[in-house]
């Protein structure tokens, strides 16, 4: 069995632990040191640090405190690796804690982040997700059980200082373009509640300082939320400072293209067993700017889809203009609307498209004024039939039940 | 073998055949008329109605007449369809004709409808692709062959009155926002070379000045181009008039998820064969607002994807806000920089990209303040290893050839 | 468009198109020459010649001159193609004619050819579909609808002298064995009903005495009845003579493994467009016996199963060692009695497993005594639930129309 | 966590675990009792229970005692469980001990049982395949590298008396009617190496004497090596007796269709991870007589086959009639001198496509003489290109490593 690199205590606060951060900052020390060629194994924290519950109070994702995500670990070092290579990395596998056998997911308050469609649900609400096996359901929406597409949210290499100062000038010059809104445009740095692994004092005091924050995914990966990037996938990361300094973290049981509940697929602590090589000057050799990558050989067949699309006319009906943003918010809420009448709740159909395999593809950008989007619903996620037919739908769902819900203070 | 409905002849205008149309409007007589469970044949023109033409000479992409634009078949009426029904439609089969074995794939000059790239690639551009049998390949782009998932780009009924000036009322309020933008933001009513169909003398006069251009998708369907709305697949389109009012035109060989080159996949001529059934009350009974639809059961399997990631910054290095437009965009350049290293000129990545069955993913569109997009190239397209290996790519390309250009005038 | 360079007409008898021939010899004149790299259409007969109809009688069925089987379209050369080169097929499309949009599917009586389950139904039965596009269904057994993996039954190279003598030898031993069994153990030379394409006078009659039937497949392919030879599958076979000789024909509209019902698929007429290319000395090169095939990147995609086992105790109680034939008939018998509990007749189970595309896999082949095969089922080409659940069968289908049956005269 | 209701030492002969047997017999008492609707977790021995080890000595393959296997785990009882019901079990999951990441393949000696292959490799040789994750690979098979299809060989539950009775005679009569063969063709109860589980006394020698082994797959299941009953899979199982006694074992990190190689698949100790239900009477609902199952929803995509075909003539030119188990040893060899021509010996191909996701067809059962059958070799499981091309092979494999060979004594 690989060794594990990097161990947590699920019953300790990740600031404790010296191998975990929470910021982006080149001068975060390694970790843990490999070789090209290693396999090891890295525990993870889930996103939040453990601040969420499994019970049925959504006070805690009302109140979490999102400045101290995500906690990720690392930085782990591979020798040799020198900037303007790319850092090979296969995920070998991934998997729970025999202890944390369920995961979370659920809507900020649109007062602390919100999510997608946060005008539509602006109060905080969550659902728990028990894991049985490679399969998961949920107490809080029933009729449905699928298969994980196991992946880190989080995962990418150490900037270097001149990308994290570009980092830092680019998201607050847009920051500053509304600096009220609620929700921000950006999450700006914020040392107070920083954790920069091994650092100290007045090293750490800077760092935090200038350390960008984990929300956004950038140039080197990072927070992208791509559910493809599961156990099995390889990986081909630009690497921006000696050692390179992989991080990773925000595992994830499950999601569906977009993460647009924000708190976000069915979040979970786990660890991810890795594996590394370099090639040798390959940002210049392939001409790369972002990670790419090859998706899994092994990935649940959900591939029976019922597809929503939508345009760039937003609820109000104002027209936008190639707004794939839009028009995907638009997939969305006929889906949702779709499912409402089985008999979901509104937060049951929102949350599920957030959990589960679905895709959201980019299928018109170029159409004048409209952007298309579509979402695709797998139809065998259901323990019955979603799809239409004369006789018109059969609520199969009761609505007895719903997502907990905790209202602003 | 089922009945062709609606003929056309090639080699005479589309404006000639009256059971052909540009334009939306509810006053538009059916071409003809068919019953539920019946299946029949409609041919079609290629969008443009014949003004590209197989040649290594760009010019006529350059000149082409975008208000012409798109030449459908129909409408078919379905007897007893009704306002608030859905009209279930099932793509039988979808042919190109035995004379017909090409398409076309180009960008329009930026000065004339432009594309996804126009700031990249500003001028008229074209690749001619043959068809042999179900694959095509074309002298302009070498090292490729694929299996076509042909579609239609436009299919979807006739809209009511009212739906019609909503269209009319929210595009023009887009339009007046930026009025001399070029291109355009919106494309509005153009009685000039609008033809109705069916209609004529005053009638038609005044339904061309009112009728809703083609070039956006909608809420009844129109021109959405999802390539996944492919032979075999079935379709739950809205119904807004008595009869419905099906219209289908702009076939597709083959597209890339986004139809980025704008002009657009590998554009067609063809049939379409088609079977039509009726869901009364359908509307209500799913709350559907915008068609549904299922995949088909056959549909090429280029599964083995090198994926590309993209964030809302955009070239000059501008943050966007959750901008998923942005985000493609960037997947889009950094594939087309990739493909470059192996011998393609830009032109000629960025029209694959167009053509081949690439997907664009939703990746990310709550992590703020940057959307993630990607991009899924399939590898299997090409003939020879496009995947990424510690010896670097081998310029399998000979760059002897290119796409034609033809220069602004 | 490809050149047609075989045509047939389907009101003429087959023995009067010198392009065709129906037993396999190095003597008959190439129908056509190509080169390397063409591509062209051929048009093929159905594997009886049209002795089947499209009507509600199986009397053609029980009647049919097996003897006369199976008219090829044929021999194709290739230019420079030398003994022992492989010779690259593409099967770039495979189309019905307008004309002629349904096929058969039979089970010949036992005293004249019979079928895999020949001692379970004895008497000649068959169904007749329908084609719909790229979709068939049956008068005959209803609650099914399905995508065709369309593919030719019979394709290959003529054999050298050495090789035909050989096959002419090892079959006569074998039949030898028990000249009087009914069906008989294999189909011998038989001068009389042979069609040896252009040959004329003593030089057909020499080589009807000794062509070799068309019926089993032998090692340059011929009647192998493999599904996914598809539409878009790439083949490679031996060469033995100069110029190859290529004939094709038995086109199948779609097909279960094993073609168990013997006459035998979807049977239809057609046309295939194929490529050409060589591998000089491919045989040795790659060790090469039997021809080897990459499979088509576009098939139906049915791909939820139900799965039925079976293992080699026969119908009696008896043990057979590690038959995988007698194991393969108990999972079709298992999937038969399943499928009667949904109102089916076993001669419509056993019709719709030999036209649908059920997978048949040698799952055991080491565990003494009893050989393990598994019948994969299709369970998306029913138009109801197959699955089993704790509710029990639900009988959707009436058990009023069954498969037309002719009495043994 | 679910609850591991039967553990095992893997330090300790499974003969003193008492939730261990090694026969079917309806006597042996359960291990552990469940309700309907539980999910447990057994833990399995490797079918030897641990007598081939981890090195490059095939000696243990040689000597190995096969009247031990296979160690099984159970039974496991289901409250309510009675003849006639189907027991579903749902497999949620398949895991490694974390001390024991790899396995083994071999074919035994001709002398001790032998193999599908066995007159082409008589003596004993293994090859040992290491766990990374979801991936294997082995020192002893250069090249390759895949994930596992992971599986439990035998599973199913106890036959009552009368079953066993009939197994034990039909058996008997074949196995008499050559007695003297080697390899023997049945296997027959042999009570020195039973091990009864809770059974003792006299009650246990009475029940060894007459239990069968598990070798063959039968009526119940039991040792059916389907390598897609894998992880995820939901299987309905007959029941013969009270509490049904479900036991399960033998699990496969991978295995190609046949399991060729019969020792056997890549072997490993684990554990299996179950859920029950009853679908009480269900034998009779739906006519099921074997085991039927429904595939994972998630397997590994190794989707892209070179496909290699055998008819029934043998070796030595001998035709069978309508044999299946010939053809697919044809097609077996037709591959094993494929792979040699890129540097593989004949015993790492033949091991590799006992291991490797191969799947076997069959293809063709009624074109008398010949059956057909078909390998299809999964093309991206190697590191290198094996597809044909004009340039012939590359010897990618040095050739100068190879499975230790242990000679018969």
Not at 14 to 30: G, L
Not at 365 to 394: M, Q, R, S, Y
Request: charge should be negative; glycine fraction near 10%; include cysteine.
């Amino acid at each position: 069995m690989a060794e594990t690199i990097i161990k947590i205590d699920l019953d300790k606060p990740p600031y404790e632990n010296e191998n975990i951060h929470n910021r982006w900052h080149p001068d975060i020390p390694m970790a843990a040191m490999v070789k090209p060629g290693d396999d090891f194994i890295v525990e993870c924290h889930d996103w939040t640090g453990g601040q969420i519950h499994n019970n049925d109070d959504a006070s805690d994702v009302r109140d979490v405190d999102l400045t101290q995500v995500h906690f990720l670990s690392g930085p782990v070092g591979v020798e040799g690796a020198e900037p303007g290579d790319l850092l090979v990395v296969d995920i070998l596998d991934i998997g729970t804690f025999q202890e944390s056998q369920w995961g979370f997911n659920g809507f900020f308050s649109k007062q602390n982040g919100g999510g997608f469609l946060t005008e539509h649900f602006p109060e905080a609400q969550k659902s728990v997700w028990d894991f049985n096996g490679m399969f998961t359901k949920s107490r809080h929406i029933p009729g449905v059980e699928f298969a994980g597409l196991i992946h880190p949210g989080l995962i990418g290499c150490l900037p270097s200082k001149e990308m994290l100062e570009e980092w830092n000038k680019r998201e607050k010059v847009l920051f500053d373009s509304d600096p009220e809104r609620i929700p921000a445009l950006a999450t700006l740095p914020y040392a107070d509640t920083a954790h920069m692994g091994k650092l100290s004092g007045e090293a750490k005091t800077r760092a935090a300082e200038e350390g960008a924050r984990t929300v956004p995914p950038r140039e080197h990966g990072g927070n992208c939320d791509i559910k493809d990037l599961s156990r099995g996938s390889k990986i081909y990361f630009p690497v921006y400072v000696k050692n390179g300094g992989l991080s990773v973290g925000d595992l994830h049981f499950s999601q569906g293209d977009g993460e647009i509940t924000f708190c976000g697929a069915i979040e979970m602590a786990g660890w991810i067993h890795l594996r590394v090589e370099l090639i040798k000057d390959g940002m210049s050799k392939y001409a790369i700017k972002n990670p790419i990558f090859k998706p899994s050989p092994m990935a649940p067949k959900y591939d029976d889809y019922l597809i929503f699309e939508g345009v760039s006319v937003d609820e109000q009906g104002k027209q936008h203009y190639l707004d794939v943003h839009v028009a995907y918010r638009q997939a969305v809420l006929n889906a949702i609307e779709y499912l409402k009448k089985f008999g979901y709740s509104g937060a049951q159909a929102y949350s599920l498209l957030g959990c589960a395999p679905v895709q959201g593809h980019i299928s018109g950008v170029v159409d004048i004024p409209n952007a298309c989007a579509t979402l695709w619903l797998p139809t065998d996620i259901f323990e019955f039939d979603v799809k239409p037919n004369a006789d018109g739908p059969k609520q199969h769902v009761k609505g007895n039940i719903d997502l907990p819900l905790a209202k602003d203070k």
